[in-house]
C-alpha cells in the first residue's frame, strides 16, 4: 500500500481547520518530517501566520511514534487540544487509516483532589483537618469559590482548573488541590480510583500525543522520576521560553513564612525534641533574615551557614521522626503527616543545597517592601538558590534518546540560531562532539510581506536613556507619537515604574486618548478593552512584551522605551555574564544582548499579526541606532524598513490613522 505523502497530509489537515497553506508552513513540516525520520534535532524559526502548529503537528501524526508536545502559555495547549488536534486527527484518519488519540498532562496541583474536597485541609494550628466549606463564610469570595468548587466536581470529566470558567483564586484552588509531595498516591487513598491527575495520566500513557508545558517536561527532566511516558519524538513549542521555564523550575526559594509553616505542620506529630529543635532553627533563620543582607552571596555569610545548616539538621531529624511517630488521635492522619513531610522535605531541601554551595549554583537574598502590617513583614524575605545555567542540564537531558523539534517566532537571535543553540547546551550548527548532539537550524520565514507592511524608528535624536533617570525627551517624543497614530499605541516598558509614569504624564497631556496601564485590571480585560477601542493605548511591561496578540487598526503603533537589558544587579544575569567573561567570552554579548535581543524580537512580533496589518515599532532609545552592539538587535527584529527621521515617521503614522479612519 502506498504511504500518503506529507503534501498531501497537510493539504487535508489546512482544509479542515479552514486555514491557508502557505511556503513556509510546507518547508517546515518537510524539515520536521526529516528530522523525526533521521533521528535528529531540529530548531525552526517560523514567523507568526506560518501555521506552525499543523507544520509540526502533520508529519508527527504522519510517522506514528509517541510524540510530547510542550507548550508555554494555556492558550497554546487549548488551541492544539480543543481545535487543532480533533480537527487534523479527523482529516487524516481517512488517508492514514487510523485514528491516532491525543491527551493533555500537566502537574498534579492543575488537577482537583477529591481527597482534599471531601475530607477537609490540613490546617496548620491544630491537629486533623478542617472543613474548608464551613470554615468560609458562604458570603465571601474565598466562600462562593469553594461551593462553585464542590458543584464542578460533580460535572468536570477532567477536573482540571483551566477548565473552570470562570476560574477562582489561587487561595480558593490551594484548599482542593495538592502537589505531588503532598498527594497520598493512588493505591493509599481513598479516592485514588476516583482521581482526576491519575486519570489524565493514564489517558497519556494511551495517547499518541501527549500535550504539556515547559514545567511539567522540566521536572521530568530534573527530577529524575518520570513524569511523561517514554516517547520518540519532542516538539517545544514557544521555545524562547524554555531556558527561563527550567531556571524557575531549578530555583528553591527559603522564607521565614514558609520556614515557620514547616514548624506548625510537623509539630504535633513529633516528638518534642524534634520539634523544639525544629522551632529554635526556625528562630535563627528568621532574625538573619530580618537583616540587610547584599543580593547576591558569593559566600555565604558565617552565621546565615550556620543557621542554614541547623535548619537542614533539624528538618532532618523531623523526617525521621515524621516517620516513626505514629497518633491515631489525628484526623486523617495520613495527609495531615504527607502534608507535614512535604513542607519539611523542601526546607530541607533548599538549606541543604545552598550549604552545599556547588559553584554551578547563584545564591541571592531578596527583600520586597512589606505588603502589610507586622503580619505581613516577612512576606518579601527571601533566600533564593538558581543554576548558573541550565544548559548542560539540557543537552543531558533533553538530546538523549529523542528525536527534538523546537520552534518558535524568534529563535534567530543577531541573524543565526547559534546563540538560542548555546542556552539549550548545544554547540554551534553543524559541529559534532562526543557530548555535542548534532542539529540545524532552519528559518522558514514569515507570511507577512514586513518591510511594506512595517517600519522601525529608532528615536536617535533622543538622550542615553540613565537608569532610573528622568526621561522628558522620551515623554515628549512618546506624547507626539501617540498623537500622530491617533492613540493604537501598545507601549512597552523596561520596568513598572517607567510605565506608570508615562501612564501619569501621558494622561494629564493628552486626556483624549484613554491610557489603561498594566496591574489596574487583568491582563485579560485589558487587552479585550484595548482592542475594542481603536483611540486607546496599553502601557506595560514584561508580559506585555509576548503576550499581547490584537490584529487590525487597534495596534498601529509599538513603542519600546528603552532597549531592555537585564538589570546590573540582576543577581542570577549578573553571575552569568560575569562567568562566560571568566571563561574568556564576552558576558555582555552572551547573556545582556541576547536577553535584550529575544525580547525586542518579541515586542516587535506585536505589531504585525495579519497581512493587512500597518504600523510603527518605535524604540526610544538612541542606542539601537549608534551603539556597536544595535546590529546584532536590529538583526533579532522582524525585516522592517528602517528609519531614524522622525518626521517622516509622523507623516507615516498619521497616514495610517487616517487610512483606518477611513476604513471604519
Known sequence: ?????LPELLHAAVTAVGGTERPGQVAMAEAV??????????????????????????PALAHGERVVVATATLAL????????????????????????????????????????????VP???????????????????????????????????????????????????????????????????????????????????????????????AIDAIEGAPVL??????IVDEAHELVSRVTGVATGELTPGQVNRAVRRAAKLVNEKAADQLQTAAEGFERLMELALPGRLEEIPEDLGYALMALRDACRTVISAIGSTRDKSVQDEDAVRKQALASVESVHDVAERITHGSEWDVVWYERHEPRGGAAYRHSGASLRVAPMSVSGL???????????????????????FNGVGASLGLGP?????????????????????????GILYVAKHLDRPARDGDRKDMLDELTELVQAAGGRTLGLFSSMRAAQLAAEDLRSRIPEYPILLQGEETLGELIKNFAADPRTCLFGTLSLWQGVDVPGPSCQLVVMDKIPFPRPDDPLMSARQKAVEEAGGNGFMAVAATHAALLMAQGAGRLVRASGDRGVVAVLDPRLATARYGSYLKASMPDFWYTTDRNQVRKSLAAIDAAAKQAD
Open 1 to 5: 500500500m502506498t504511504q500518503p505523502s
Open 33 to 58: 518530517a526529516e528530522a523525526i525520520d533521521d533521528g535528529a534535532h531540529l530548531l525552526v524559526q517560523a514567523g507568526t501566520g506560518t501555521g506552525k502548529s499543523l507544520g509540526y503537528l502533520v
Open 77 to 120: 495547549q487549548r488551541q492544539l487540544v480543543e481545535r487543532d488536534l480533533p480537527r487534523t486527527v479527523e482529516a487524516l484518519h481517512p488517508i492514514l487509516r487510523r485514528r491516532p488519540e491525543f491527551a493533555m498532562l500537566k502537574g498534579r496541583s492543575n488537577y482537583l483532589c477529591l481527597h482534599r474536597l471531601h475530607e477537609g
Open 123 to 217: 490546617q496548620d494550628e491544630e491537629e486533623g483537618l478542617f472543613d474548608q466549606f464551613e470554615a468560609a463564610a458562604p458570603t465571601s469570595k474565598l466562600g462562593q469559590d469553594l461551593l462553585r468548587l464542590r458543584d464542578w466536581s460533580d460535572e468536570t470529566e477532567t477536573g482540571d482548573r483551566d477548565d473552570l470558567t470562570p476560574g477562582v483564586s489561587d487561595r480558593a484552588w490551594s484548599q482542593v488541590s495538592v502537589s505531588s509531595r503532598e498527594c497520598l498516591g493512588a493505591t493509599k487513598c481513598a479516592y485514588g480510583a476516583e482521581c482526576f491527575a491519575e486519570a489524565a495520566r493514564e489517558r497519556a500513557k494511551l495517547a499518541e500525543v501527549i500535550v504539556t508545558n515547559h514545567a511539567l517536561l
Open 229 to 234: 511516558p517514554q516517547h520518540e519524538v519532542l
Open 394 to 416: 539540557l543537552r543531558e537531558k533533553l538530546f538523549t534518546d529523542r528525536s527534538v523539534v523546537l520552534t518558535s517566532a524568534t529563535l534567530k537571535l543577531g541573524g543565526d
Open 429 to 453: 550548527e553543524g559541529a559534532e562532539g562526543d557530548d555535542l548532539p548534532l542539529w540545524k537550524g532552519v528559518d522558514v520565514g514569515s507570511p507577512f510581506d514586513y518591510p511594506r507592511q
